[in-house]
C-alpha cells in the first residue's frame, strides 16, 4: 500500500460548519455559514473565524466587531448549507430559513434561536493572511438552550445531534469512541474506572 503527495490544499477535516449571525445597526441581520473556524485560546477566552473579503458578511463583521457562532445541528443543516450558498446582499437568510433572531445579552448581532449553544464574540485583531482573513476574537458570553441541561445544569451538548462538515458534505455526529482521558484509565475491579495515578 503506498501513500500520495499532494500540492498545499486545506484537507483538515472533519469541521464544524457553523452558522455566523452579524448585524450593521438598523439593517436586516445576516448568517454566513463558515467551516474555517476554531478555538484559539482558553483564558481569555478566544476563537476564531476566517472569511474571503468578498462575502458580504465579512464588511458587517469588520465594521461593527463582532458576531455569534451558532452551533449547527441536524435539523439545521439546511438551513445551514442555504445560509453558505446565498447571499445576504440577494436574501433575507433568517426569513428564507425560517429561523428565529433572538437579542444577544453582548453583542448587537442576534442569535439564532434553534441553535442548542450561540457563542457571543467581539474581534480583537483581523489578521490578512491571503484568500481569507482570520478574525480573532474575544468570547463574551454563552447562551444555552436549557433543553440541553440535565437536572443538575450540566450541559448534554452531545444530545443536539450536533453535525459537521468533511470534504464537501455535511454529517451527523455519530457513535461515542471514548471519553477525554479514558486511554491513562484503569478499571477497578468493581467495574468503576479510576484516574491512573502519575
Given at each position: 500500500?503506498?501513500?500520495?503527495?499532494?500540492?498545499?490544499?486545506n484537507?483538515?477535516?472533519?469541521?464544524?460548519?457553523?452558522?455566523?449571525?452579524?448585524?450593521?445597526?438598523?439593517?436586516?441581520p445576516?448568517i454566513?455559514?463558515?467551516a474555517?473556524?476554531?478555538?484559539?485560546?482558553?483564558?481569555?477566552?478566544?476563537?476564531?473565524?476566517?472569511?474571503?473579503?468578498?462575502?458580504?458578511?465579512?464588511s458587517?463583521?469588520?465594521?461593527?466587531?463582532?458576531?455569534?457562532?451558532?452551533?449547527?445541528?441536524?435539523?439545521?443543516?439546511?438551513?445551514?448549507?442555504?445560509?453558505?450558498?446565498?447571499?445576504?446582499?440577494?436574501?433575507?437568510?433568517?426569513?428564507?430559513?425560517?429561523?428565529?433572531?433572538?437579542?444577544?445579552?453582548h453583542?448587537?448581532?442576534p442569535?439564532?434561536?434553534?441553535?442548542?449553544?450561540?457563542?457571543e464574540?467581539?474581534?480583537?485583531?483581523?489578521?490578512?493572511?491571503?484568500s481569507?482573513?482570520?478574525?480573532?476574537?474575544?468570547v463574551?458570553?454563552?447562551?444555552?438552550?436549557?433543553?440541553y441541561?440535565?437536572?443538575?445544569?450540566?450541559?448534554?451538548?452531545?444530545?443536539?445531534?450536533?453535525?459537521?462538515?468533511?470534504h464537501?458534505?455535511?454529517?451527523?455526529?455519530?457513535?461515542?469512541l471514548?471519553?477525554?482521558?479514558?486511554?491513562?484509565?484503569?478499571?477497578?475491579?468493581?467495574?468503576?474506572?479510576?484516574?491512573k495515578?502519575?
Amino acid at each position: 500500500m503506498g501513500r500520495e503527495n499532494w500540492k498545499p490544499g486545506n484537507m483538515l477535516y472533519p469541521l464544524p460548519a457553523v452558522m455566523v449571525s452579524c448585524a450593521r445597526p438598523n439593517e436586516r441581520p445576516n448568517i454566513i455559514t463558515i467551516a474555517w473556524a476554531g478555538t484559539v485560546c482558553t483564558n481569555p477566552a478566544m476563537v476564531s473565524i476566517s472569511i474571503k473579503p468578498e462575502r458580504y458578511s465579512y464588511s458587517i463583521i469588520r465594521e461593527t466587531g463582532e458576531f455569534v457562532i451558532n452551533l449547527t445541528t441536524k435539523t439545521l443543516v439546511r438551513a445551514a448549507d442555504y445560509c453558505g450558498v446565498r447571499s445576504g446582499r440577494d436574501v433575507d437568510k433568517f426569513r428564507e430559513t425560517h429561523l428565529t433572531a433572538i437579542p444577544a445579552v453582548h453583542v448587537g448581532a442576534p442569535l439564532i434561536g434553534e441553535s442548542p449553544v450561540n457563542i457571543e464574540c467581539r474581534v480583537k485583531e483581523v489578521l490578512e493572511l491571503g484568500s481569507h482573513h482570520m478574525f480573532l476574537s474575544e468570547v463574551l458570553g454563552i447562551d444555552v438552550d436549557d433543553r440541553y441541561l440535565d437536572d443538575k445544569g450540566k450541559l448534554q451538548l452531545n444530545d443536539a445531534e450536533l453535525m459537521v462538515y468533511s470534504h464537501g458534505t455535511y454529517y451527523q455526529l455519530g457513535k461515542a469512541l471514548g471519553s477525554f482521558g479514558y486511554s491513562v484509565r484503569k478499571k477497578r475491579e468493581n467495574g468503576a474506572s479510576a484516574r491512573k495515578k502519575r
